[in-house]
Every structure is written in C-alpha cells, then in structure tokens.
C-alpha cells in the first residue's frame, strides 16, 4: 500500500485522472448552471428573457413583493410546510420509537409500509387523494394539502430518527430510570436531547419536501394555490422575470436553513 | 416478551392483567406506532384503494384493455419506459466518475463536490427547471452562445421536446446516482486494489475485474432507484417536453384533470404502480441486506 501510494507520487498524477476532474468539472457546471443563471436574470431591467441582461433594477423583486397573489401563495406555503413539519415530526418519531424498539412479529412489514409513499409516484397518489377529498369536499382547504405532505414527509422523519435510535446506546435511558426517572421521563430528558441533529434533520426534510411539494398541492389546493402551483402556473403562462426574482429568495432561503440545520446539528450532539 | 401481540386472548380479566404485565413495553411501543400508521391508514393506503378499485368500474377490465392494448397508450408507456432507461444510462455515465471523484480525492474536494452535488439538490424543482428554460431555449443562453462564437447557424432544438426533459430529469435524478455508489464506493478496501496491482494487473483489469464489480451493489441500487423515479415523473415532461413528449403521469393528470375520466386514469395508475413496485421488489430481492439510501 505504502509502496504502490510513493510509487504513484514519483510518476506524478496518471494522464486518466485530468480526464476524470476535466470530466467531473463539466458535471459540476451542468449541476450548478440552472441555479446560477436565475440570478443575473432576477435583477434584469428588460421583462423579457434577454442574456446578458441589458440592465439592472430591483423590479421584479418589487413585482413580487407587491403582488397579493405571490405573497397570499407564500403564506400559505410557509403555513402547510409548518403544519407538516408539526404533525410528520411528531407521529414519525412515535413511528420510528415502536419500529425500532419493538420485539414483535411483523414489524419490518410496518416498515415497509410506512416507508411505501417514497416508492410509489407521487402522481398516483395524488389522483388517489384527490378522489377521496373531493367526496369530503376538502379540495382549497390548506389542511386537506397537509394531510397529503404528512403522508410523504412521515417516510423521511421515520428514516432518520429511525437511523439516530438504531445507534443510540439505551443503556443512558437505563441509568436514567435507575436513577429514579420514569421511562418517559428518561426518553423525555435524554434520550430525545441526544438525538436532536436527526430531529433537526428530519425537521428540515420535511419542510422542504412539503414546501417544494407541486403536485399534491395542485390537485388538493384548487384555486387556492400555495407557491410551487403560482410557479407552475407562472412558467406554463407567461415567463416574466418574477419568477426568478421568487427562484432567487428560495434558493436564499434553503441555503440559510440549510447552513442553520447544520450549526444546529453540529453543536448539539453527543459525543459521536 | 417477544410473543405475538395476537397470539394471546385475553378472556378474562385476569388474564389481560397478566398479559399487561408480561407485553407492557411491546403494548406501549405498538400504541406509539398506532397514530401513524392510522394516518397512513386513513390517508394513505384509503385513498389508493378507492383508486385501485375504481380501475375495475363495473367489474370489467375494460380500463385495463384499453391502457394495454390501445395503440396510442401502448406508445405513451413504451416511451415512458425508455426515457427512463436513457434517464438511467446518461445519470449512470455521469454519476460514477462522479462518485468516483468523491470518494477518491484527497480533502477539501470531496466536501466541494458533495456541496455541488446537495444544493441543486436542496433546490426547488421548478426553480431548476425555470433555469433550464433560460438556458435551453431558442433564444436561450447555449444557443447564444453558441451562434454567438460560429459553432452553428441554427439554434439547436433543445427546448419543448426530449432532449428537454432529457436533461431536466438527469439534473434532477443524478444526486440519486450519486449518493448510493459514493456510500458503496467508500467501504471498497484500498488493500484489494493494491493486491490486484502488487500482482501485476494493468490499470483497465484492475477496474473491469476488482474495482466495478465492488462497486456493482451501489450501482444497481442507483439505477434501480433513478429508473423507479423516472416512470412517474411529472412536472419535468409537463414543462419541458413542450406537449410533444407525453410521459405515463402526464397522461394519467390530463385523464382526471381535462376528461374527468377516473377508471381509466385509476387503470393507468395501477399501471405505473405496478411496474415501480416490481422493479422495487426485484432490487431488494437482489440484495437482502438493507439498501436504505439515507
């Protein structure tokens, strides 16, 4: 091992390597161009799509901020990712508890079921709920589109605090009730505290995936849209560059709660 | 304490008190499984069979013939398996030299490539694919550019057909590549290339006959999972296909949504669900051990 690393270093990087960062520099521009361009384009001062932009000016950041429909749009997503982060958070943590914990037969068969909303398209469970909740009439009722966010946001929460409490040592739980703490108690005050970075990360997951959710939301939410169905809407009728001034402060925000999640998460455990 | 909850009766009052005692911890794991899977109950698997069940309006098959046998549907499904085996193919093709980059590099790099891979990623899928149509279009910036500089004389189509939703659903679905064969690719042990190379294997045979075949797990769970992702993809065909490229989900939004025409779009549906589910059954018949892609 020691002898083929010198031996390497002596003959210098292998011509295949260039080709492989070459090759892997060019994936990395394809990833990244998409995102980079909507940003010169959101401080354009031409309403049409025109590169380089022949100016600049805060328009379309204006447009957005002053029309009553982008803003009602963004409320009301902020407002379901919210309820959605809430209630998958919550039953996806007693979920992962009685999955993980559990000795009983059957158990990896609740699993999978639990875990079944990340296979199956997304477009088929929509046309699905869409049935049922138009018989209910819930169709515009921004509850009826968290009920739909929870059922594919639980999978993610189940995932990974289901991940943090396969490694977590109860045996800190059992000192805890040995000294004198109930078992909730225990699970209370330290087990939950310790496996905050996976309850932060799967808070996250399951914000985002409610709030970039477009599909569900467009059958459940009918003429009350949340800002992915404003977005499809915007794209399909007219491009106008306010739409890229939202791009922009969406891709502002993830990468904020990102950076917060990872503070978050980072700080918070234990030594692990 | 591990018996089966169902296995026990409790006839009488005693003996519920003694099966309390004895399955106290699996009751109160259970009763904290109960609330979601109720919800997933009710707000899940509900709906879906209401559906499933729609597909067989007046107990005929009628939907399913026509998803099956009527040219047009057979085109749309054809077509929706192949665009998720190129999908699969090209995400493939730029996914391993990729993982390869990752788990290969000497730090920052890995980190850097991790970031450029986890912000689109992190990104909503209509802001990317709002991107690519600044990009894309006729007038879009590749084609400036490229007329701009004399590679061409006529704008390439690249917009409003395949080669669109082409490359929105390989930007969207190669973290999905990536991810598996990087986790595979970081537990090959460094000692079995060395061996391979202490025996004198040329670069090429070491990669054909150690290093692929390790890696071949994260490989089959990468595609495997694009491909599972890719026949039910919806928003991407929808704007960037420009009409002309109709993908399965495509078909079964404008079945309910424009023709109000439930047993067909339900048969479509069983269609589609189908085909995930035995291509997800097959990968985990492949590998038992877990291939949970957290």
């Known amino acids: 091992m020691e002898l083929t690393a010198a031996r390497r270093r002596a003959a210098g990087v292998p011509a295949w390597r260039f080709g492989l960062y070459a090759f892997c520099a060019l994936v990395f521009l394809f990833l990244m161009a998409p995102l980079v361009v909507v940003f010169p384009i959101s401080f354009s001062s031409s309403p049409y799509l025109q590169f380089p932009p022949p100016g600049w000016s805060l328009q379309w950041y204006v447009a957005y901020v002053e029309d009553t429909a982008w803003i009602d749009a963004t409320i009301r997503s902020l407002k379901v990712a919210a309820a959605t982060t809430v209630l998958s958070t919550v039953l996806g943590t007693l979920l992962a508890f009685g999955i993980v914990r559990g000795r009983y037969p059957g158990k990896e068969a609740l699993n999978q079921f639990a875990l079944l909303p990340l296979i199956v398209p997304v477009i088929v469970y929509s046309i699905a709920v869409y049935g049922l909740f138009a018989q209910a009439r819930l169709i515009g009722n921004w509850h009826a589109i968290v009920l739909g966010h929870t059922v594919h946001a639980i999978p993610f929460v189940l995932i990974v605090v289901g991940a943090a409490l396969r490694t977590y040592d109860e045996n800190y739980e059992l000192a805890a009730m040995s000294l004198g703490a109930s078992r909730l108690g225990a699970i209370w005050r330290i087990t939950l505290p310790q496996i905050r970075p996976a309850l932060v990360s799967a808070m996250f997951l399951a914000f985002i995936s409610s709030f970039d959710e477009l599909v ?57 | 304490m591990t018996a089966a909850v169902a296995d026990r009766p409790a006839a009488t009052a005693t003996g519920t008190a003694i099966w309390w005692r004895n399955n106290r911890a699996t009751a109160l794991l259970l009763l904290a499984a109960a609330p979601a899977l109720l919800f997933l109950l009710a707000f899940y698997l509900l709906p879906m069979m209401l559906l499933l069940a729609q597909s067989f309006e007046g107990g005929s098959l009628k939907a399913y013939e026509k998803a099956l046998t009527d040219g047009l549907y057979v085109r749309v499904l054809i077509d929706t398996m192949l665009i998720a085996a190129y999908v699969s193919v090209i995400c493939l093709a730029l996914g391993y030299p990729v993982a390869y980059f990752l788990a290969s590099t000497r730090p920052p790099w890995p980190t850097i490539g991790i970031i450029f891979v986890l912000l689109p990623f992190w990104t909503s899928i209509l802001v990317r694919t709002y991107g690519w149509m600044i990009l894309l279009g006729r007038n879009g910036i590749i084609n400036r550019f490229l007329l701009d500089i004399g590679l061409l004389s006529d704008p390439l189509p690249l917009l409003n057909n395949l080669n669109g939703v082409l490359i929105g659903m390989v930007h969207v679905l190669l973290p999905y590549m990536v991810f598996p064969i990087y986790a595979v690719m970081r537990r090959v042990d460094p000692a079995l290339i060395a061996a391979a190379e202490g025996l004198g294997a040329p670069g090429w045979q070491i990669f054909r006959r150690v290093y692929f075949p390790l890696t071949l797990p994260g490989v089959l769970a ?41 047993g067909f779009a339900a048969a479509l549906s069983a269609v589609l669900l189908a085909a995930t589910l035995l291509v997800y059954v097959g990968l985990r018949r492949l590998f038992r051990s877990d291939l949970q892609w957290s």
């Open chain 1, 216 to 272: 569900v939301a467009m059958f459940l939410g009918g003429s009350n849209m949340t800002l992915p169905k404003k977005m499809f809407d915007n794209i399909v009728n007219a491009i106008d560059p306010t739409i890229a001034a939202v791009s922009v402060l969406q891709i502002v925000l993830v990468t904020v709660v990102l950076i917060v999640v990872s503070k978050i998460g980072a700080g918070a455990g234990p030594s692990r």
């Open chain 2, 222 to 262: 990468g595609v495997t999972l694009v491909y599972i992702l890719s026949i039910g993809f919806f928003i991407t065909p929808a704007l960037l296909g420009g009409g002309k490229v109709i993908m399965i989900a495509v078909l079964i939004e404008t079945q309910v949504r424009q023709f109000l025409n439930w």
